[in-house]
């Protein structure tokens, strides 16, 4: 997986290119505007990973630059600019994801892996698996070992997009924006108690867990390995 | 004088003489002694073509009439001489000569020798020459049995046989009046010029001194006194309200810096105790040595405490970009209904498990222009807030239509909030609860005031016997 970093700060360059690279992925790093365009425009990445506020081209502009001239690499825009109305203005400007400055690194990569896999997976598909647990898009209906779970309108959009990202961390972030369209956090917990609810349906009376809480991080929902995790 | 009193300046009063050249040099560039200037040359001219007007068509009537009375006495004393020849003539003259008739006319008939026949002049005026023709001439007359100098008006006629006729109309009283009009205008374009004079200069003057109180006055805010303002006339004129406009351009400015000032104020006060709390922490791992099982928690803690600055200082941006009024406006038509039903399935789950019960009663069709974010977040503050203060029981979400706005109401049966409180809790980092021992920043109902301002709406706390109930007012849009 090719990423490429549009960051002018050096240091945060510098632990992007550190990080995204010890997890696994190979990473380009631009230091404008202009130079990221020239080289999202010439390679070919499957993310970038790019800064709001830069020199010489900033990252809206040239996110719009790159959409006008038919490339639709997936973008995570980073920025400093943390107001829901600019997180909703970045989103409207083409980019895929909005995370605010400063970050939990296990945000991004999080966000990154939903990401790539967004592009990956476009198929159209009518029903979402992970190990026994079953989800019908089109009847909306979630069966675990061939037997019906009842699950309200919601807790189904929790669960399917938990399912999209099965075997990756999702954050609380990311449910509440992707599953409630809300762009802030707010005070009280109210995420894991839905959680807790859905893991109460479709985990309680079975004897393997699928959805994990991640300490730190958020959730995880994963086909239980063979050899017991950890 | 005058000229001296026009260029004093209106700033102050009379200064040294070293002072005048340079103030009047000032006053000479200013657009008020523009103004004033031009408006004494309008002044000046609209006066001198008014007085020439009256002056014109006064005499000139009184002329017109003189020569139509004697027209009239000529087609007269023709008829008569057609009808009845010169001795007719010469008596209808001496009949109209004989009574002072006292409208001035005067007549004359002579032989062809000049010695009169009959007539009110005692001889053929000298210098009026023989022929016939209209002619200007003095005369002394016996009009009311005193003898005169006139000057007059007339016409001589040559009769066949060279006897003389000279009709004339005296026009002393006419000059008399000419003359008196023409001394009555000369005054009065006289004073109306002076007053013009005066006139423009205070005008001038007062302008001057209404511009320069602006001057002064930005100058003094500009110099850091920020509660400074115009002081207005209380006229309502143009003045008043460009004075008043810039008050209020003052008063935003104003608030605007004591907001600025109060953050950071806030900042220093609230966000240093973290702070430092964050760094004895980290302070303590790093003397705990590498590997100890207590760094990774003391590392862990201090990632939380940097979270929660985070949030805060998260808070303050959001709060202080909206109550700047900078941000721009990503607003649409919103029913409001469809916002609480969002935001109470959300926290249903949570009220549920802390022992709440959460209710909502939505109205169709209330509708308001806004941002679907900043009132979603708004609301979900007021529900963590209720979340957090109260002890259990019914929290309740109302959408309504009240008195012409969308309303939506939070209601609970915690402790509510005292009446003395009630406008405290709004400001930053304010926290009733004295030992702060549930999480929060204090920032909550202050960033809901910030978004209800954002929305032109209002936002009111009232006691819910018992309990808080928080109302949000919005205008309702127009369909």
């Known amino acids: 997986m090719k990423l490429l970093v549009v960051e002018d700060d050096r240091e945060t360059a510098l632990y992007l290119v550190k990080g995204l690279s010890e997890s696994g992925y190979t990473v380009d790093r631009a230091g404008d505007g202009r130079e990221g365009f020239f080289l999202a425009t010439s390679g070919s990445y499957d993310a970038i990973v790019l800064d709001r506020m830069l020199p010489s081209m900033d990252g809206l502009a040239m996110l719009g630059a790159l959409r006008a001239a038919g490339i639709s690499t997936p973008a995570l825009i980073l920025s400093a600019l943390g107001s829901v109305d600019d997180r909703v203005k970045g989103l409207r400007a083409g980019s895929d994801d909005y995370l605010v400055k400063p970050f939990a690194f296990s945000e991004l990569l999080a966000r990154l892996e939903a990401l790539l896999r967004r592009g990956g997976t476009a198929a159209a598909t009518t029903k979402l698996r992970v190990a026994d647990l079953e989800l019908d898009l089109l009847t909306r209906t979630v069966r675990r070992r061939d037997k019906p779970i009842e699950v309200l309108p919601r807790e189904f959009r929790l669960l399917e997009y938990l399912m999209r990202n099965a075997g990756h961390v999702v954050t609380r972030t990311m449910l509440l924006e992707h599953v409630w369209d809300y762009h802030f956090d707010p005070q009280t917990n109210v995420i894991d108690v839905h959680v807790s609810r859905l893991r109460q349906k479709i985990d309680k009376s079975f004897d393997s867990p699928l959805l994990h809480t991640v300490r730190g991080a958020g959730y995880c929902l994963r086909a239980p390995e063979p050899s017991p995790p950890q | ?479």
């Open chain 2, 1 to 479: 004088m005058i000229a001296e009193w026009l260029l004093l300046p209106a700033r102050e009063t009379w200064t040294v003489p070293r002072h005048l050249f340079g103030n009047a040099q000032r006053l000479l560039r200013t657009h008020a002694f523009r103004l004033a200037a031009l408006y004494f040359v309008v002044f000046a001219a609209s006066v001198l073509g008014v007085l020439l007007f009256v002056y014109w068509t006064s005499a000139d009537f009184v002329e017109r009439q003189t020569e139509a009375t004697l027209d009239a006495e000529i087609t007269g004393l023709a008829e008569q001489y057609a009808q009845r020849g010169l001795s007719g003539l010469v008596q209808i003259v001496a009949a109209r000569s004989a009574g002072d008739r006292g409208d001035g006319m005067l007549y004359l008939v002579t032989d062809p020798d000049g010695r009169p026949l009959a007539g009110n002049i005692a001889a053929w005026p000298a210098g009026v020459p023989a022929h016939a023709g209209r002619l200007s001439f003095t005369t002394t007359a016996r009009i009311k049995e005193t003898i005169e100098t006139h000057s007059a008006r007339g016409a001589s006629f040559i009769i066949p046989g060279h006897y003389r006729l000279l009709v004339g109309r005296d026009i002393s009283d006419a000059t008399a009046f000419r003359n008196r009009v023409k001394i009555t205008l000369l005054w009065a374009g006289l004073v109306a010029l002076v007053v013009g004079l005066l006139g423009g200069t205070a005008m001038s003057r007062n302008l001057l001194r209404r511009v320069e109180q602006v001057n002064r006055t930005s100058e003094r805010v500009m110099a850091g006194n920020l509660s400074d303002r115009i002081p207005l006339n209380g006229t309502s004129d143009e003045f008043d309200q460009l004075a008043a406009n810039l008050n209020r351009m003052l008063d935003q400015i104003e608030r605007l810096m004591t907001a600025m000032r109060e953050v950071t104020d806030d900042v220093a006060h609230d966000l240093r105790t973290p702070l430092s709390r964050l760094r004895v922490r980290l302070e303590l791992a790093l003397l705990d040595g590498a590997g100890g099982s207590g760094q990774t928690e003391a590392i862990r803690s201090a990632i939380e405490e940097a979270d929660r600055l985070l949030a805060t200082f998260n808070a303050l941006l959001s709060i202080a970009e909206l109550e700047s009024g900078t941000r721009r406006d990503e607003s649409e038509v919103l029913d409001l209904s469809e916002v609480a039903r969002s935001a109470a399935e959300l926290y249903e789950p949570v009220a549920e498990e802390k022992g709440f019960v959460l209710s909502l009663a939505t109205a169709p069709g209330v509708r308001v222009r806004g941002s679907r974010h900043l009132l979603s977040q708004a609301l979900a503050n007021l529900l963590d807030n209720a979340l957090k203060y109260a002890d259990g029981g019914e929290i309740q979400i109302r959408v309504l239509h009240g008195e012409g706005r969308a309303a939506l109401e939070v209601t609970d049966r915690g402790q509510g909030i005292p009446e003395a409180e009630r406008e405290t809790v709004f400001n930053r980092f304010v926290r009733l609860e004295p030992s702060r021992s549930t999480p929060g920043n204090g920032l909550g109902l202050s960033l809901v005031r910030a978004v209800m301002r954002r929305h032109r709406g209002t936002i009111e706390l009232a006691d819910n016997r018992p309990g808080l109930r928080v109302r949000l007012e919005f205008p309702e849009p127009a369909t």
